[in-house]
Structures are given as C-alpha cells and as structure tokens.
C-alpha cells in the first residue's frame, strides 16, 4: 500500500513567527495520495490550505515533516507538480495559445510535439476557436480552462489547485468545478484541490 502512493506527506507541521509571537498554521499532517487520486480539502480561510499545497510544491519548506513525490524527498521546485493557482494569472497581452505555451517556454521544452499537444487539449476543451483570442474576449469560465489546459500542457504528474474557482460568480463556478473535475478524469490526473466552499468540493 505504502509504495503504491503518488504522494506521501509525513508529519508535516508549520509555525510562522510573527511579532506577536508563533502561529500554528498546521500541525501534524499525514496523507497518501495515489495515482488518479483527486482529493479536495474543505476548510475556512486561512487555516492553513495554502500553505500546505505550498510546502507539497516545494516553494515553501515546513517547520516539520516532509514530502515525497515518487519516492523522492521533496527539496525545491518539482517539474512533476503543476499549479493551479486562485486566480488564472493569464498575460492579457499574448494569444490565448501564447498563455497556454507560457509553461513550456519556462522549462524551455517548446516542441513541435508540445505544441500539437497543446493545440488537441484546446480542441478537445472547447477552446481552438479561441486559440488567438486574447484573455479579455473569454468568459471567466473559459479563463480557467485555458489555466487549467496551461498546466496540463506541461504533462505534470500532480496537480495542486489552490480555490481555483473563488474569481467566479457562484454558478459559474459549480458549473466550472465540474467540468474540471471531468477533465482531470478524462486525462487521468492526479489531484490535490483546496477549497473553502463544499458544494465547490463536491462538484470536482
């Protein structure tokens, strides 16, 4: 059971030190996660969510405990990780294609074979009519998607979605929560969803 887990956090805690004094943010967390596994944490704001997905991502290190991703001892940065931030963080000034490839450009991994992997995950999202469409012509729905389809581009093995939905009308992003949770099956991800709303939670 152990080494079937994608993702295993052990005894993570973390305090922060303020003038004030310390603040426990989180205390003793264990979890496994497998493959295919999509998990949501439901819990009001500020109690730590965040936080947690930060140290899983290796941009924040605990004050105890530690994270494995295959095995391996998270310590930085983890290109198996993708992040799906609350708010879609698109660059108003490139295509809607351009935002998609931002990822890649980073990891500098810009193929032929990338982007043709791109472009099917538009098409099959509802979005290649839309591919040279800028962000201010999207509802906010498809501006998800299209954030949604920029990690997925990057072919993570984990995703880690921090209130991606919280931008949207309450409808909206029901309706929204859904069709990610489609697909994320679809493509057989994995993922860790935080959230405060748990009709969000129950709708991925």
Not at 12 to 34: A, C, F, P, Q, R
Not at 66 to 72: A, G, H, Y
Request: with cysteine; hydrophobic share 40%.
């Amino acid at each position: 059971m152990e080494s079937q887990s994608i993702m295993k956090i052990r005894n993570i805690s973390m305090t922060y030190h303020t003038l004030d004094g310390e603040i426990e943010t989180l205390k003793n967390i264990d979890l496994d996660v497998n493959k295919g596994d999509i998990i949501t944490i439901v819990g009001p704001s500020g109690c730590g969510k965040s936080t947690l997905l930060s140290i899983i991502a290796g941009l924040v290190n605990p004050s105890k405990g530690e994270v494995f991703i295959n095995d391996k001892k998270v310590n930085g940065t983890n290109k198996d990780i993708g992040y799906m931030f609350q708010r879609d963080h698109l660059f108003e000034w490139r295509t809607i294609m351009g935002n998609v490839l931002i990822g890649l450009e980073i990891q500098d991994k810009v193929t032929d074979e990338k982007k043709k992997f791109a472009e099917k995950l538009l098409d099959t999202y509802g979005l290649e009519d839309f591919k040279n469409n800028y962000p201010n012509q999207l509802s906010g729905g498809m501006r998800q998607r299209v954030a949604l389809i920029r990690t997925l581009a990057i072919e993570p093995e984990i995703l880690l979605l921090d209130e991606p939905f919280s931008a949207l009308d309450y409808q909206t992003r029901l309706a929204i929560a859904d069709e990610i949770g489609t697909i994320l099956k679809k493509e057989g991800k994995t993922a860790l969803m935080v959230t405060h709303d748990i009709a969000e939670a129950m709708s991925v």
